[in-house]
């Protein structure tokens, strides 16, 4: 395979970024009315009657799909990755970014199965079965955040330390990479709040640390795309010759 072709598969690795912001963003949070998501003080009963039953049909659908377009964060991923590679000495930023990555990537699908499944029964089990199914998804969700914020640290740290021209993303860009990791870092302490800024649904850990995800990710995109496009990125290194590379 030519030069050419391996160019449009970075560009497309690169837009799967912005992809992901659009349609994972709509399918999981949007269309299955999680703006904001249902209240967590509801008691079982009270979150299939105004909730799962209530959006039966958007909710299933939505989360479906969320479950499968969450992949699109992976070749994002795997593209930032090869940018940052082949400028360290010893790749051990980017690796740590891929690790983030791929595992950023299973946290993205693995909670809207949960809820797919608690709208698919809503009516059906016990409402405590699906009260239980829900915190757990949205947990998983929240909680895991460590493995997107040593991603965004990686960045950071890489794009603060990187003298090689031109950028991959502008400085202001990795600070908010950092910035947004770090937003995520209250929601350790979610089983302890119901309501507030710092519930499921609350102002700080829904609407303003998810939507710091979203535009670094958009934003980081764009400067990816506009990266591939001016250099020329040849194959990458492996392990073992870049760290035979630093040792000599």
Same mark, same amino acid.
């Given at each position: 395979?030519?030069?050419?072709f391996?160019?449009? &598969?970075?560009? *497309? ?5 912005? #992809?992901?912001?659009? =349609?994972?963003? +709509?399918?999981? /949070? ?5 703006v ?30 969320s ?14 990755? &090869?940018?940052? *590679? ?5 790749p #051990?930023?980017?690796? =740590?970014?891929? +690790?983030?990555? /791929? ?11 949960m ?6 029964n ?12 829900h ?10 955040y460590?493995?997107?914020t ?5 960045i ?13 993303m502008p ?5 908010l990479?950092?910035?947004t990791?770090l ?11 119901k309501?507030?800024i710092f519930?499921?649904?609350g ?11 979203f535009?670094?990710?958009?934003a980081?995109s ?21 760290i035979?590379?630093s040792?000599?």
């Open positions: 395979m030519d030069d050419k391996y160019r449009k &598969l970075q560009l *497309w690795a690169a837009w799967c970024g912005i #992809l992901y912001c659009v =349609i994972y963003g +709509g399918t999981v /949070i949007i269309y299955p009315h999680n904001p998501p249902p209240d967590p003080t509801f008691t079982a009963q009270e979150l299939v009657d105004n909730f799962y039953l209530k959006y039966q049909s958007q909710i299933l659908l939505g989360q479906s799909l479950v499968a377009t969450g992949i699109l964060f992976l070749p994002w991923a795997v593209q930032m990755t &090869l940018l940052m *590679w082949k400028r360290e000495p010893i #051990l930023l980017a690796l =740590i970014q891929l +690790g983030g990555g /791929i595992l950023t990537t299973w946290v993205s699908m693995q909670p809207p199965v809820w797919a499944w608690c709208a698919e809503a009516g059906i089990v016990s409402p405590e079965l699906i009260k239980m199914n915190f757990q998804g949205w947990y998983f969700f929240n909680m895991t460590w493995a997107t040593i991603e965004y640290i990686a950071f740290i890489f794009v603060m330390k990187d003298k090689q021209k031109p950028a991959i400085k202001w860009c990795a600070w990479a950092l910035l990791g937003a995520f870092i209250p929601e350790t302490m979610l089983p302890y709040h309501t507030g519930a499921i649904n102002y700080w850990n829904f609407h303003t640390a998810f939507l710091m995800f535009i670094f990710t958009g980081s764009i400067y990816m795309i506009k990266n591939i496009k001016k250099v020329k990125i040849a194959a990458a290194p492996g392990i073992g010759q870049a035979g590379r040792q000599f």
